[in-house]
């Protein structure tokens, strides 16, 4: 399973940090990231990082937010800076490691 934890409430400008662990995968995970999902609006990837450490952004985060791994702890990082109110989601994280798993979504809210 995946445990995400670092959501909350911040004013615009601000920064937060998601965790992802993954626990109980017996497999290499292979890429791991973040989806996000606002209301009213189709889940879209922000960041996602291969276990070799190639990562991609979707272009309205790029020089704002950075992913991250710890492929030893089986952990992935999301650090966002400069939040805008366009930023308020639900965060998922996943992994890949044969199949496709999801964490349960954390909230974040940046406020304008």
């Known amino acids: 399973q995946l445990v995400e934890s670092g959501g909350g409430l911040v004013q615009a400008g601000g920064s937060l940090r998601l965790s992802c662990a993954a626990s109980?995968?017996?497999?290499?995970?292979?890429?791991m990231g973040w989806y996000r999902q606002a209301p009213g609006k189709q889940r879209e990837l922000v960041a996602a990082a291969t276990r070799g450490g190639i990562t991609k952004y979707v272009d309205s985060v790029k020089g704002r937010f950075t992913i991250s791994r710890d492929n030893a702890k089986n952990t992935v990082y999301l650090q966002m800076n400069s939040l805008k109110p366009e930023d308020t989601a639900v965060y998922y994280c996943?992994?890949?490691?044969?199949?496709?798993?999801w964490g349960q979504g954390t909230q974040v809210t940046v406020s304008s």
């Open positions: 996943y992994a890949v490691a044969g199949p496709l798993y």
């Open positions: 109980g995968i017996v497999v290499r995970i292979n890429d």
